[in-house]
């Protein structure tokens, strides 16, 4: 059973901070890797998606990078600005076709 | 629509009695999923619609907990004889089908949260 693991579970920086998210999961059977972002009271809203052949995606000052064969993944926010405190989640995808989440990191960014 | 959309947004209901969640997807896509977020569970798969195929209920917790998708559009998520667990938020995601998948993300709508008294 594929199981995904985030760390940390929370963190609180300065604005203008580069940071660095992990997700590791168990199964490197995937089709995709999804970074999601979630506002409290909301949805999830996707950021990145990796598909197992790549090795990274970026947008804006966002880069995603995937190690499929020894399951891991780490999300890079540029310049943090406290507009990008939310809930990340990380999220992999495969043949069952469901997305298997992380518990998420709660990230706060501080003016 | 521009989105995936749920209704209702919010539920409170009491313990026993049954609940109609309702998720629009956005338009053409063929492939919907029922997740639900609870406070000790995370994020969990409960239910996935690919066209006209049999859904996979491989996630639903219990025979009290069913969906249909009419016309493979809208899809009801019921809940029958509510239990105090089954509070969480009920979301609902959509995207363009298997042939895309590998590189297409799901869209959320923004749930509905389901209080049981």
């Known amino acids: 059973k594929q199981e995904v693991t985030q760390i940390p579970a929370a963190l609180s920086v300065p604005e203008g901070e580069n940071l660095v998210l992990n997700c590791s999961f168990t199964d490197s059977a995937i089709y995709n890797l999804q970074w999601f972002r979630q506002d409290p009271g909301k949805g999830l809203t996707s950021l990145l998606l990796?598909?197992?052949?790549?090795r990274e995606q970026t947008s804006g000052r966002l880069n995603a990078s995937l190690d499929k064969s020894s399951g891991r993944s780490t999300l890079y926010i540029a310049a943090s600005q406290p507009g990008d405190s939310a809930t990340y989640l990380c999220?992999?995808?495969?043949?069952?076709?469901?997305?298997?989440f992380g518990s998420g990191t709660q990230l706060t960014v501080l003016p | 629509g521009a989105g995936v959309s749920q209704s209702p947004s919010n539920k409170v209901t009491e313990k026993g009695k049954d609940v109609e969640l309702r998720c629009d997807p956005i338009?053409?896509?063929?492939?919907l999923y029922w997740y639900r977020q609870s406070l000790g569970q995370g994020l969990e798969f409960l239910i996935y619609f690919q066209g006209n195929s049999a859904p996979d209920k491989s996630g639903l917790p219990s025979d009290r907990f069913s969906a249909e998708r009419t016309g493979g559009s809208v899809s009801t998520l019921t809940i029958q004889r509510t239990q105090q667990e089954d509070s969480a938020v009920y979301l609902c995601a959509s995207s363009p089908g298997p042939d895309r998948d590998s590189n297409q993300p799901q869209h959320f709508g923004d749930g509905t949260r389901l209080s049981i008294l």
């Open positions: 338009s053409g896509h063929t492939a």
């Open positions: 990796i598909q197992s052949s790549q």
């Open positions: 999220a992999v995808f495969g043949s069952a076709r469901q997305l298997t």
